[in-house]
Nanobody, 112 residues
Framework: QVQLVESGGGLVQAGGSLRLSCVAS????????MAWYRQAPGKQRELVAR????????IYADAVKGRFTISRDNAKNTVYLHMNSLKPEDTAVYYC?????WGKGTLVTVSS
């Protein structure tokens, strides 16, 4: 059974930084494409970033390009989302994703 467990969310002021982590179990992590999505109140869930198997390719939503970085540590079965220069509009529940599997999410709140 695949489990994805996110952590690292919280309350931060605009301009601040956070690092989200997602630990995966039940899969061979090193051969999985991993992604982060987010869902703001009243909005649809949207892709934030995706990282390939080797870790060298990252795809980002236009809204976060240049501010967020996705990375992975295959030895720790963990994918990260490094978020800098946070804006109030980044406030959302952030979800870790692998194929059709989802974590429960971690809430990020950015105050102005």
């Amino acid at each position: 059974q695949v489990q994805l467990v996110e952590s690292g969310g919280g309350l931060v002021q605009a301009g601040g930084s956070l690092r989200l982590s997602c630990v995966a179990s039940g899969v061979i992590f090193s051969i999985q494409v991993m992604a982060w999505y987010r869902q703001a109140p009243g909005k649809q869930r949207e892709l934030v970033a995706r990282i390939g198997i080797g870790g060298s390719t990252g795809i980002y939503a236009d809204a976060v390009k240049g501010r967020f970085t996705i990375s992975r540590d295959n030895a720790k079965n963990t994918v990260y989302l490094h978020m800098n220069s946070l804006k109030p509009e980044d406030t959302a529940v952030y979800y870790c994703n692998r194929a059709s599997d989802w974590g429960k999410g971690t809430l990020v709140t950015v105050s102005s």
